[in-house]
């Protein structure tokens, strides 16, 4: 096995090279320009890619601290969308072959909590309102707004899908608005984008009551659109908006529970109504197992604002019931507690939540930018904790290397989910963002510009 360990100017250097030249070999210089559009359309179902650069494991200086990773060069064979062999050195197979000329492997990106139904994004700029505004102002406005909003729905989704595949994202699960302005034209119109994108793309679809169950009375309209092709009810800040926690809950589990769905909540409110309703949430979810390892709540600002004592006991019985937290990682006083969630083992997801719509303008779609993000607000700086940050970026939390330094991702049937970036380690690459050099889902090229 060959281990490299380069200056970062040498890599560098490098990686100017490759991306100058095509990355492809074995296959001649004239056939490039066939080869690249059969990995991007998907008719190339069986290649190897060569030259890839994969992590190995840490090296400890003498008091045992993890001060840079080790990584070498291997060759990854992909058929029907699996990864099939990870091999070192001259392979047998005589395949068509992508030379990633020492491009770093990372898994696939998933933007977990956004909005897509309702996004400017694709049309005219537009800024969000003054501060100061209430949820309940923002459902008033959302009213006169969607109406505006609906004929362009399908083609602005299709461009937000784009623009996450950019940011090496292959799957999002997409909070839709379910209330009796849109009706069922939201979500019509968001599947219709999904399935245009369905051999690129992966989904989940959570019905969002954005005007609250009880307050918009949403409830028949979520039992309906629960035979649509969703896959979590959602609910909303059951106490401000809604005006009853526990009818509020009720009904967002009932449905979910009727109609084998999971469930995920938006919930803003701080204690003492914020934590009241977590801890509705953990006996619901404790007296119904089936719910159980598919229940999320996205934001809770409750847990940002609690006293230590109280986030540690539920931050454990989160744990042991599966309730996961989906956080966009705000800044400010909702800053999370995400040290104290993941070290009870809490499942941690992030969003982009809007890109740019009547909430807020400042997505991205760039999960590896929520892991900065994450890396910065709790400091952590080092080689170590940089590369641990990446996991709440990726699907099931996984890191290329574990906390004990031994390679866990790739390996053999993964599902060939990965970007490549410029990048010597997942820590560097979380510190300092490179582009995208080529996004894949299920082995086929879904974005970025490799070989030109």
């Given at each position: 096995?060959?281990?490299?360990?380069?200056?970062?100017?040498?890599?560098?250097?490098?990686?100017?090279?490759?991306?100058?030249?095509?990355?492809?070999?074995?296959?001649?210089?004239?056939?490039?320009?066939?080869?690249?559009?059969?990995?991007?359309?998907?008719?190339?179902?069986?290649?190897?890619?060569?030259?890839?650069?994969?992590?190995?494991g840490?090296?400890?200086?003498?008091?045992?601290?993890?001060?840079?990773?080790?990584?070498?060069?291997?060759?990854?064979?992909?058929?029907?969308?699996?990864?099939?062999?990870?091999?070192?050195?001259?392979?047998?197979?005589?395949?068509?072959?992508?030379?990633?000329?020492?491009?770093?492997?990372?898994?696939?990106?998933r933007?977990?909590?956004?909005?897509?139904?309702?996004?400017?994004?694709?049309?005219?700029?537009?800024?969000?309102?003054?501060?100061?505004?209430?949820?309940?102002?923002?459902?008033?406005?959302?009213?006169?707004?969607?109406?505006?909003?609906?004929?362009?729905?399908?083609?602005?989704a299709e461009?937000?899908?784009?623009?996450?595949q950019?940011?090496?994202?292959?799957?999002?699960?997409?909070?839709?608005?379910?209330?009796?302005?849109?009706?069922?034209?939201?979500?019509?119109?968001?599947?219709?984008?999904?399935?245009?994108?369905?051999?690129?793309?992966?989904?989940?679809?959570?019905?969002?009551?954005?005007?609250?169950?009880?307050?918009?009375?949403?409830?028949?309209?979520?039992?309906?659109?629960?035979?649509?092709?969703?896959?979590?009810?959602?609910?909303?800040?059951?106490?401000?908006?809604?005006?009853?926690?526990?009818?509020?809950?009720?009904?967002?589990?009932?449905?979910?529970?009727?109609?084998?769905?999971?469930?995920?909540?938006?919930?803003?409110?701080?204690?003492?109504?914020?934590?009241?309703?977590?801890?509705?949430?953990?006996?619901?979810?404790?007296?119904?197992?089936?719910?159980?390892?598919?229940?999320?709540?996205?934001?809770?600002?409750?847990?940002?604002?609690?006293?230590?004592?109280?986030?540690?006991?539920?931050?454990?019985?989160?744990?042991?019931?599966?309730?996961?937290?989906?956080?966009?990682?705000?800044?400010?006083?909702?800053?999370?507690?995400?040290?104290?969630?993941?070290?009870?083992?809490?499942?941690?997801?992030?969003?982009?939540?809007?890109?740019?719509?009547?909430?807020?303008?400042?997505?991205?779609?760039?999960?590896?930018?929520?892991?900065k993000?994450?890396?910065?607000?709790?400091?952590?700086?080092?080689?170590?904790?940089?590369?641990?940050a990446?996991?709440?970026?990726t699907?099931?939390?996984?890191?290329?290397?574990?906390?004990?330094?031994?390679?866990?991702?790739?390996?053999?049937?993964?599902?060939?989910?990965?970007?490549?970036?410029?990048?010597?380690?997942?820590a560097?690459?979380?510190?300092?963002?490179?582009?995208?050099?080529g996004?894949?889902?299920?082995?086929?090229?879904?974005?970025?510009?490799?070989?030109?």
């Open positions: 096995m060959e281990e490299h360990k380069i200056s970062r100017k040498k890599f560098l250097g490098l990686g100017a090279a490759a991306t100058g030249a095509a990355l492809f070999s074995g296959i001649g210089a004239n056939a490039v320009a066939q080869v690249l559009p059969e990995i991007k359309g998907g008719e190339l179902k069986e290649y190897l890619l060569i030259n890839v650069r994969l992590e190995d840490f090296e400890y200086n003498e008091k045992n601290e993890v001060v840079a990773t080790k990584t070498a060069l291997y060759n990854i064979h992909i058929a029907n969308g699996k990864i099939k062999s990870i091999t070192t050195g001259k392979s047998v197979l005589k395949l068509k072959t992508v030379d990633a000329k020492g491009l770093l492997m990372l898994p696939g990106l933007d977990m909590h956004i909005h897509i139904d309702k996004t400017y994004y694709g049309a005219t700029w537009n800024a969000a309102p003054r501060k100061g505004y209430t949820v309940k102002d923002m459902i008033a406005l959302e009213q006169k707004l969607i109406p505006q909003l609906l004929p362009d729905s399908q083609r602005k461009e937000a899908i784009k623009l996450m950019s940011q090496g994202s292959y799957f999002a699960r997409c909070q839709c608005n379910i209330d009796p302005v849109s009706g069922l034209k939201s979500l019509e119109h968001l599947l219709a984008a999904l399935d245009k994108n369905k051999d690129s793309f992966g989904w989940e679809i959570v019905a969002f009551p954005q005007h609250g169950i009880l307050y918009s009375k949403s409830e028949p309209l979520l039992r309906e659109v629960a035979t649509m092709g969703i896959d979590f009810i959602g609910g909303l800040d059951p106490t401000n908006v809604d005006g009853n926690m526990e009818k509020s809950l009720d009904a967002m589990f009932q449905i979910a529970i009727d109609t084998n769905k999971g469930i995920d909540i938006h919930l803003h409110e701080s204690p003492p109504s914020g934590k009241s309703a977590i801890e509705y949430i953990i006996k619901k979810t404790e007296e119904n197992k089936q719910l159980q390892g598919k229940t999320y709540i996205s934001h809770g600002f409750a847990l940002a604002k609690m006293d230590q004592k109280d986030l540690e006991k539920i931050a454990e019985q989160m744990a042991n019931l599966g309730i996961g937290v989906v956080s966009t990682i705000p800044i400010g006083k909702t800053i999370m507690p995400i040290p104290t969630l993941k070290k009870y083992g809490v499942k941690l997801m992030t969003g982009t939540d809007s890109i740019v719509d009547h909430w807020q303008p400042f997505g991205t779609c760039d999960m590896l930018e929520k892991a993000l994450c890396a910065q607000l709790y400091g952590w700086t080092d080689e170590y904790n940089l590369s641990r990446l996991h709440i970026a699907k099931d939390e996984i890191v290329p290397l574990n906390d004990a330094g031994t390679r866990v991702w790739p390996a053999v049937d993964n599902d060939a989910d990965f970007i490549l970036v410029k990048a010597t380690c997942s560097e690459a979380v510190a300092r963002l490179p582009k995208r050099e996004v894949f889902y299920k082995g086929k090229m879904i974005a970025g510009e490799l070989g030109s």
